[in-house]
Nanobody, 118 residues
């Protein structure tokens, strides 16, 4: 199983980006998928996640600005990021968890850089 993240870039504050995470297998097989980010000098933090039933969770700092979604037909998960600010700068990683019997298996994408200039 492979996850390929893309869509990062450099934008000015207030701008938007859409990240995509393409899976090499059906994303319906993932119990949960999501995005983490890691800013320079900081720990990796969960940004948003979505379950295979469509339930979503967001960290407080992005709620109302970011939207996570998944397109099963395209085997792709998205993160629409609006009203970006400098604190959103970091490397964004997509991940997915498959639970086989009772064992969770984590898969990670390679990361995509997001840089927001103020």
């Amino acid at each position: 199983v492979q996850l390929q993240a893309s869509g990062g870039g450099s934008v000015q504050a207030g701008g938007s980006l859409r990240l995509a995470c393409v899976a090499s297998t059906k994303i319906s097989s993932f119990n949960v998928m999501g995005w983490f980010r890691q800013a320079p000098g900081k720990q990796r933090e969960l940004v948003a996640r979505i379950t295979n039933r469509g339930g979503t969770n967001y960290t407080d700092s992005v709620r109302g600005r970011f939207t996570i979604s998944r397109d099963n037909a395209k085997n792709t998960m998205y993160l629409q990021m609006n009203s970006l600010n400098a604190e959103d700068t970091g490397v964004y990683y997509c991940y997915g968890v498959q639970v086989i019997l009772t064992t969770p298996n984590d898969y990670w994408g390679q990361g995509t850089q997001v840089t927001v200039s103020s």
